[in-house]
């Protein structure tokens, strides 16, 4: 799977748009971009995944640029409850064509939302 | 819609001691696998389950086991723990065939402590 390389840490006031940045440079034609976040103690949550095309749902926006090297998740109007580790991760398939398990988490960027 | 469930949420053991740990999958979902989180440290992928077989592995000692049931549970074997092996313990399901880029959703975890 391709690497991901994000910042440690950012901050975000409250209301306001937050923008986590993600490079993959080395990403490959069949790879999916995927964004998770952990607040401490839970598991995982899922936010969006996508290939080329930008992505929106009720959490979070994904903006995938041209050459795939690189992507954005925005969170459009940041609270207090979005703060967490939030991980961008670069997603295969296996050869069987069955759900690839493995997720390769990086550090992740851990996302202060201040009030 | 229940997600998914793993129990217990917390375990002590002791170096030596065997221990199972249970997961139910995200109603729906049909693939199960694995992730063990060090303290301060992303999920490392343990295995994952598809039609009762273990499909994928990542790089943990044969102590590490697992087992898919037909109603698509699971449950994590770990024998001869070891210090190292205290961590929390995530669950995570997905659709299988067909479906190979199906996001991950995960539980809660067990957090285990062996000491």
């Known amino acids: 799977d391709a690497k991901t390389t994000q910042p440690p840490s950012m901050d975000c006031a409250e209301g306001r748009a937050a923008n986590l940045p993600c490079n993959h440079s080395t990403i490959s034609g069949n790879e999916y971009v995927y964004w998770y976040r952990q607040i401490h103690s839970q598991g995982p949550q899922y936010i969006i995944h996508g290939l080329k095309n930008n992505e929106t749902n009720e959490m979070a926006s994904l903006i995938i640029t041209e050459d795939r090297k690189s992507s954005t998740l925005i969170l459009p109007h940041a609270t207090l409850r979005d703060t967490a580790v939030y991980y961008c991760i670069v997603r295969g398939r296996n050869a069987g064509g069955t759900s690839y398990g493995k997720l390769t988490f990086g550090q992740g960027t851990i996302l202060t939302v201040h009030p | 819609d229940a997600g998914v469930t793993q129990s217990p949420t917390h375990l002590i053991k002791t170096r030596g001691q065997q221990v199972t740990l249970r997961c139910s999958p995200k109603?729906?979902?049909?693939?199960v696998s694995w992730y063990q989180q060090a303290l301060g440290q992303g999920p490392q992928f343990i295995f994952q389950?598809?039609?009762?077989?273990?499909?994928q592995r990542g790089n943990f000692p044969d102590r590490f086991s697992g087992h898919q049931f037909p109603n698509y549970s699971s449950e994590l074997n770990v024998n001869a723990l070891l210090l190292g092996d205290s961590a929390l313990y995530l669950c995570?399901?997905?659709?299988?065939?067909?479906?190979?880029?199906?996001?991950?959703?995960f539980g809660n975890g067990t957090r285990l402590t062996v000491t």
């Open positions: 995570a399901s997905s659709l299988g065939q067909g479906r190979p880029y199906s996001p991950l959703h």
């Open positions: 109603s729906g979902h049909d693939t």
């Open positions: 389950y598809y039609e009762e077989e273990e499909r």
